[in-house]
T-cell receptor, first 114, second 111 residues
Framework: DQQVKQNSPSLSVQEGRISILNCDYT??????FLWYKKYPAEGPTFLIS?????DKNEDGRFTVFLNKSAKHLSLHIVPSQPGDSAVYFC?????????????FGTGTRLQVTL | DSGVTQTPKHLITATGQRVTLRCSPR?????VYWYQQSLDQGLQFLIQ???????AKGNILERFSAQQFPDLHSELNLSSLELGDSALYFC??????????FGQGTRLTVV
């Protein structure tokens, strides 16, 4: 049973436009959410996180939105740049995000085109 | 560069064999985590060590084992390998800050 779902395996966006990556979860015990970015031949790198007490967290071009009632979060990248092309993993945790408790989605491959 | 080093980067071995994957955590990090990523799957947590002691266990098969040494490096041992064990194996480390830093992974192919 996939508790964290990223239903879009891939997404293509033009440079300069907004990229929106979506993630849904089923476990109501999750209250901390993270996005990781992964380039080929590299490990995932932490991008941004959000606690369930917030509905939005912003860091530069990256904003994560959390809708607890819908059990849905999204990552917005504005403006998208070619260097953003990577696989993005959503992860959820029942507490503060300690890596032993993270449940990852299957990832969305973002391609930013010129 | 995350500061987490994994060796080897690639490994090809036959079914029934045993392999050891190695991880050196970031300097100062006491926690080491092992994850498995199979084809089209998210990362699955296997096991965590903290300062040499097993701290948490996830979906780790009995054929798999791990340990963390006094110098804090960790090894993941996979035995009686099956075709389905082919995957990317990631090591991550963290300190008091709970965000984990991942290594580049070891791609294991069982033939």
């Amino acid at each position: 049973d996939q508790q964290v779902k990223q239903n879009s395996p891939s997404l293509s966006v033009q440079e300069g436009r907004i990229s929106i990556l979506n993630c849904d979860y089923t476990n109501s015990m999750f209250d901390y959410f993270l996005w990781y970015k992964k380039y080929p031949a590299e490990g995932p790198t932490f991008l941004i996180s959000i606690s369930s007490i917030k509905d939005k967290n912003e860091d530069g071009r990256f904003t994560v939105f959390l809708n607890k009632s819908a059990k849905h979060l999204s990552l917005h990248i504005v403006p998208s740049q070619p260097g953003d092309s990577a696989v993005y993993f959503c992860a959820a945790s029942p507490n503060t995000g300690t890596a032993s408790k993270l449940t990852f989605g299957t990832g969305t491959r973002l391609q930013v085109t010129l | 560069d995350s500061g987490v080093t994994q060796t080897p980067k690639h490994l090809i071995t036959a079914t029934g064999q045993r392999v050891t994957l190695r991880c050196s955590p970031r300097s100062g990090d006491l926690s080491v985590y092992w994850y498995q990523q199979s084809l089209d799957q998210g990362l699955q947590f296997l096991i965590q060590y903290y300062n040499g002691e097993e701290r948490a266990k996830g979906n780790i098969l009995e054929r798999f084992s791990a340990q963390q040494f006094p110098d804090l490096h960790s090894e993941l041992n996979l035995s009686s390998l099956e075709l389905g064990d082919s995957a990317l194996y990631f090591c991550a480390s963290s300190s008091i800050d709970t965000k984990a830093f991942f290594g580049q992974g070891t791609r294991l192919t069982v033939v």
